[in-house]
């Protein structure tokens, strides 16, 4: 199971930390995610992390904004969120994959509840 928390509203240009604690089959030691959807739009790739940690990848939109950082100890994957923007506004999820880091949706097959972020203007 994946469970998301750290959502929240925000004013333009704050931070936040999304968190995703992992538990039985879904720990973190495959590859985790973050994707996001916002009202009336698709879901789309937000950050990823590999197995090890080495490797992260990140949506154009966000790189030099978003961190994401894994803690295998605590099972917990972590977005940072800085800088943030009213277009961030998004439902964020967490998704563990088998395999290798991956921007493809279709590659995760597991998937935490979602948490709401809000960013003002």
């Known amino acids: 199971q994946l469970q998301a928390s750290g959502g929240g509203l925000v004013q333009t240009g704050g931070s936040l930390r999304l968190s995703c604690a992992a538990s039985?089959?879904?720990?973190?030691?495959?590859?985790m995610g973050w994707f996001r959807q916002a009202p009336g739009k698709e879901r789309e790739f937000v950050a990823a992390?590999?197995?090890?940690?080495?490797?992260?990848y990140y949506a154009d939109s966000v790189k030099g904004r978003f961190t994401i950082s894994k803690d295998d100890a605590k099972n917990t994957v972590y977005l940072q969120m800085n800088s943030l923007k009213p277009l961030d506004t998004a439902v964020y999820y967490c998704?563990?994959?088998?395999?290798?880091?991956?921007?493809?949706?279709?590659?995760?097959?597991?998937w935490g509840q979602g948490t709401q972020v809000t960013v003002s203007s």
């Open positions: 998704a563990a994959a088998p395999g290798w880091a991956t921007i493809l949706m279709t590659e995760y097959l597991y």
């Open positions: 039985g089959r879904t720990d973190t030691r495959g590859a």
């Open positions: 992390i590999s197995w090890s940690g080495g490797s992260t």
